[in-house]
């Protein structure tokens, strides 16, 4: 019995046999009656079987057409199931994710490498970057509006997110270049612990306490001479002696542009730069750039495996 039956065959079966009626059924597969009972002729000769019983008083469903009908529904089920999944893929692979940021992520070849190896594997794609605020710690993944973010730990919400980190980073202390410790090449944080420092906002919860060092001054609350929420804003307070702060030693180009020094500070352990995005999305394309990040990072820490200098 040959069984290479097509799709359309299997729906104008289906379709003739909910409505026992040749004719309404044809109506609503919208072709002519003529050429859906040709159909059904033709599938009945394949399987070599007939389907219904044709007669004065209607259509019935012959025994052949009973077993046949469950199977039926299922396989075009699946198949609508299967079509829908090849949509969502080929809207997935042309989709554009959007990456959030605070800070460059360009930081030694890093983003080219990300966006490298993230377009090999999906070429249509799109990457589009979008910068957000320090006010918002998550850079975009807390409110759902980028699907995935270069970030500093700790991020808030911890368990809302995965992440893997990229880069570690020393962090230096900006200070203006009059001030009574910027002719030191190192400073200790036992000597910065008296000093007033610019803060990012509250809104960005730990990381703001994590710039502030609270955890390496025993209990003493830091003295908060500016808030600013931008790397303009911090130079401004920084020029205009309102205190010091706290960054990763690869954003010292944000603030040395003239009367503004960075140096190294002893006894705090280095900065953390991840990307990360939202746990509970399991989406090809986010899980993909995740992945980009990773070998990246991996690359960029053991370059003779990766045959470069």
């Known amino acids: 019995m040959a069984m290479d039956v097509h799709g359309r065959d299997l729906r104008y079966f289906v379709a003739v046999a909910e409505d026992l009626h040749f004719t309404r059924a044809a109506e609503r597969l919208f072709v002519s009656q003529p050429a859906l009972s040709k159909q059904i002729r033709m599938l009945e000769r394949q399987l070599g079987a007939e389907l219904f019983e ?7 469903l012959t025994a052949v057409g009973t077993a046949l009908l469950p199977y039926a529904r299922r396989v075009l089920a699946d198949w609508d199931a299967a079509a829908g999944a090849v949509e969502r893929a080929k809207t997935e692979q042309q989709a554009t994710l959007v990456v ?9 070849g890093l983003l080219p490498a ?9 070429p249509q794609a799109k990457v589009q970057l979008r910068q957000v605020s320090w006010e918002d710690s ?26 893997v980190v990229v880069a570690e980073e ?79 030693a690869g954003n010292a180009p944000l603030l040395t542009r003239g009367g503004v020094v960075t140096r190294p500070v002893r006894d705090i352990p280095p900065s953390r730069f991840a990307l990360a995005w939202r746990a ?11 992945e980009a990040g990773r070998l990246a990072s991996e690359s960029a820490a053991h370059p003779e495996a990766s045959g470069t200098a």
Not at 219 to 238: H, K, N, Q, V, W
Request: with cysteine; glycine share 8%; aromatic share 8%.
């Open 170 to 248: 020393p962090r230096h202390v900006a200070l203006p270049d009059t001030h009574r410790l910027a002719p030191r090449e190192e400073i200790d944080f036992a000597d910065l612990l008296d000093e007033p420092f610019i803060a990012i906002p509250k809104s960005a919860g730990v990381l703001r306490d994590y710039w502030l060092a609270l955890d390496a001054r025993a209990g003493r609350p830091a003295r908060i001479g500016a808030e600013c929420a931008s790397a303009d804003e911090t130079y401004e307070a920084l020029v205009d002696g309102r205190g010091v702060c706290l960054l990763a």
């Open 100 to 108: 959030g940021m605070s800070t460059s992520p360009g930081r030694g």
């Open 280 to 290: 509970d999305d399991g989406r090809p394309l986010v899980r993909a750039y995740a």
């Open 54 to 60: 044709r007669d004065r008083q209607g259509v019935r």
């Open 138 to 163: 998550s850079a975009g993944l807390a409110d759902g509006s980028v699907d995935a973010a270069f970030v500093w730990l700790p991020v808030p919400d911890a368990e809302r997110y995965e992440w």
């Open 114 to 122: 990300i966006r490298s190896r993230f377009s090999e594997a999906h």
